[in-house]
């Protein structure tokens, strides 16, 4: 376990409570031992996240994973801030919101602003461009080129955590154009005290892990769609045929239709590939508001 300080980040900010956020809130209080703020707009939000966190750490002290007295610390690492600037002394801010270019870029314009400009500004985007992210955190009045501009934008690196954050090794750490090797190494130092493994991309549409396991998921939902085989038999394929630890049409649900339509079309956009057309079907099922476990109906149905 670390000794609560990666690579000088002593302090780290989580924007976005929902399940990303939450976890890795988690690992760097837990594993990391970082005090860590918390912002996120909704209440209900917060609350049904801070109820996971004393779940998970109920579990593991009953595990033998974490003393009692380890947990209670941890859990009093986390504290839930009502406004972003209460940000402004931390190393290392996370934003975990949803995946909208606008959002994000609105979210690293007043980050940029309110945080110490030797901060790290990091997204957990799964595939909106970092380079694109960065570029919103310089000042109107300033050239992106100048060297105001670019230190700016220096700052701001792609820290990608999966899904749980507790269990999945891997963080992928992504390198916009404009990011310094400073901050990756800086990011590279967070990730790793919070227990994970760590691979770089470069800012590319679905960087590594979703260029290639979102097309997958979807050419599986294309199966379904031309009546290939039933979902249970897609699914069970793949999970003993190949290894995997859930089918492609459980891990859709898992992730999320919309999250999944979501990148496919970014994909389709970045690349302009007509290989990367989402599924008809997946379009349908989004339509229809079902958007896999969050929604209780997605391929399977969940309680
Ligand atoms: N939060 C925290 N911990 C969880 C959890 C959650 N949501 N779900 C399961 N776990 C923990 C369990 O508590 C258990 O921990 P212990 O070993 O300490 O008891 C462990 O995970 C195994 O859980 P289970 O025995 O209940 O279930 P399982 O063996 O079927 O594993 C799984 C569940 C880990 C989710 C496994 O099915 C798996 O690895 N699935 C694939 C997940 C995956 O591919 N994730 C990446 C998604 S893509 C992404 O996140 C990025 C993106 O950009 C889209």
Same mark, same amino acid.
Request: net charge neutral; charged share 25%.
């Given at each position: ?7 000088? &980040?002593?302090?780290?900010? &989580?924007?976005?409570?929902?399940q ?28 049904? =996240? ?16 974490? +003393?009692?007295?380890?947990?209670? +610390? *941890? ?6 801030? @009502?406004?972003?600037? *209460? ?12 995946? =909208?270019? #606008?959002?994000?870029?609105?979210? %690293?314009?007043?980050?940029? +602003? ?20 960065? $570029?919103?955190?310089? #000042? ?6 100048? $060297?105001?501009?670019? =230190? ?11 899904n749980?954050?507790? &269990? ?13 090797? +400073?901050?990756? !190494?800086?990011?590279? $130092?967070? *990730?790793? $005290? ?12 679905? %960087? ?9 998921i979807? !050419?599986?939902i ?9 979902k249970? @038999? ?10 995997? #630890?859930m089918g492609p049409l459980t891990l859709a649900d898992f992730i999320g239709l919309d999250t999944c339509l979501a ?17 008809? %079907?997946l !379009?349908?099922m989004v339509?229809a508001g079902w958007l896999g476990k969050k929604t209780g109906k997605g391929f399977y149905t969940y309680?």
């Amino acid at each position: 376990m670390s000794s609560g300080i990666a690579h000088g &980040v002593k302090t780290l900010a &989580v924007l976005g409570g929902g399940q990303m956020g939450l976890g890795i809130a988690y690992v760097a209080s837990t594993r990391a031992r970082l005090p860590v703020l918390i912002f996120d707009k909704s209440k209900e939000q917060i609350e049904r =996240s801070l109820a996971l966190m004393d779940r998970l750490l109920s579990k593991d002290v009953a595990k033998g994973k974490l +003393e009692g007295t380890e947990a209670k +610390e *941890a859990r009093e690492r986390i504290t839930i801030v @009502d406004r972003t600037k *209460a940000f402004r002394d931390v190393d290392l801010c996370v934003e975990a919101v949803a995946e =909208s270019l #606008p959002l994000k870029q609105t979210l %690293f314009r007043s980050l940029a +602003e309110e945080l110490r400009p030797d901060a790290i500004l990091a997204s957990n985007t799964s595939s909106i461009s970092i380079t694109k992210i960065a $570029a919103a955190t310089i #000042p109107q009045s300033v050239s992106s080129s100048s $060297a105001e501009g670019l =230190s700016s934008a220096s700052r701001v690196v792609g820290i990608h955590f999966f899904n749980p954050v507790p &269990v999945m090794p891997l963080v992928e750490l992504i390198s916009g154009l404009q990011t310094s090797p +400073e901050t990756l !190494e800086r990011a590279r $130092a967070f *990730a790793t $005290a919070c227990g994970k493994e760590v691979t770089v991309a470069k800012d590319m549409p679905g %960087f590594v892990s979703n260029a290639l396991l979102i097309p997958f998921i979807n !050419e599986a939902i294309m199966c379904l769609e031309k009546g290939i085989a039933t979902k249970e @038999d897609i699914d069970k394929t793949l999970r003993l045929g190949m290894g995997h #630890p859930m089918g492609p049409l459980t891990l859709a649900d898992f992730i999320g239709l919309d999250t999944c339509l979501a990148i496919q079309r970014t994909l389709l956009e970045g690349t302009g590939d007509s290989k990367y057309r989402p599924s008809i %079907f997946l !379009e349908r099922m989004v339509d229809a508001g079902w958007l896999g476990k969050k929604t209780g109906k997605g391929f399977y149905t969940y309680d």
